[in-house]
Antibody
Framework: QVHLVQSGAEVKRPGASVKVSCKAS????????IHWVRQAPGQGLEWMGW????????SYAQKVQGRVTLTASTSTRTAYMELRSLTSDDTALYYC???????????WGQGALVTVSS | QSALTQDASVSGSPGQSITISCTET?????????VSWYQQRPGRAPQLIIY???VRPSGVSYRFSGSKSDNTASLTISALQAEDEALYYC??????????FGGGTMVTVL
């Protein structure tokens, strides 16, 4: 069964960085895509980017390009999303999801809440 | 820059059919078939229910169907049930190698 388990909630100060992990099981991790999507409280979904674990190729949304880095370890079947220079606008639930292609993805992890507050 | 526009809310009575639309401001949707739909029930992670405009993943109810005409994609839910009450998001491929979500449509079962 395909399963994605994410790291726990984080509270960060403005200007800090956060790194969220996503451990995968039940599918061929190396040859899939891992997408990252965030959802601010009461708001819609915002796609952040994807990584191809085998090749290390990435694609990022323009809005977060330059502040986000996606990485993956095929040995531990874990993907990571690091976001830097945090502001209150980055407060959101961060999801990872298994990409069937570069364009759509399922299932999703349980989400990791990141709160940015002084 | 492209954007996907969805109605904020749609409602229907049990047993009825409803249709949610997703309009691309540029002509991107009309030029490819990489349109998908996600259902998000309250307090839950989203779930893929349609991909490549019309394809249902295994396990998704036949009551969900997708279509596209020019720059508008649509999701139809037939024989509406209480369990269908949720947020629905359309998604489209956008160059280069990126994904765009619509703002979401809240479906209410009366």
């Amino acid at each position: 069964q395909v399963h994605l388990v994410q790291s726990g909630a984080e509270v960060k100060r403005p200007g800090a960085s956060v790194k969220v992990s996503c451990k995968a099981s039940g599918f061929t991790f190396a040859s899939s895509y891992i997408h990252w999507v965030r959802q601010a409280p009461g708001q819609g979904l915002e796609w952040m980017g994807w990584i191809s674990p085998n090749a290390g190729h990435t694609s990022y949304a323009q809005k977060v390009q330059g502040r986000v880095t996606l990485t993956a370890s095929t040995s531990t079947r874990t993907a990571y999303m690091e976001l830097r220079s945090l502001t209150s606008d980055d407060t959101a639930l961060y999801y990872c999801a298994r990409g069937w292609t570069q364009h759509y993805f399922d299932p999703w992890g349980q989400g990791a809440l990141v709160t940015v507050s002084s | 820059q492209s954007a996907l526009t969805q109605d904020a809310s749609v409602s229907g009575s049990p047993g009825q059919s409803i249709t949610i639309s997703c309009t691309e401001t540029s002509s991107d949707i009309g030029g490819h078939n990489s349109v998908s739909w996600y259902q998000q029930r309250p307090g839950r992670a989203p779930q893929l229910i349609i991909y490549d405009v019309t394809v249902r993943p295994s396990g998704v109810s036949y009551r969900f169907s997708g279509s596209k005409s020019d720059n508008t994609a649509s999701l139809t839910i037939s024989a509406l049930q209480a369990e269908d009450e949720a947020l629905y998001y359309c998604s489209s491929y956008t160059s280069p190698s990126a994904v765009l979500f619509g703002g979401g449509t809240m479906v209410t079962v009366l």
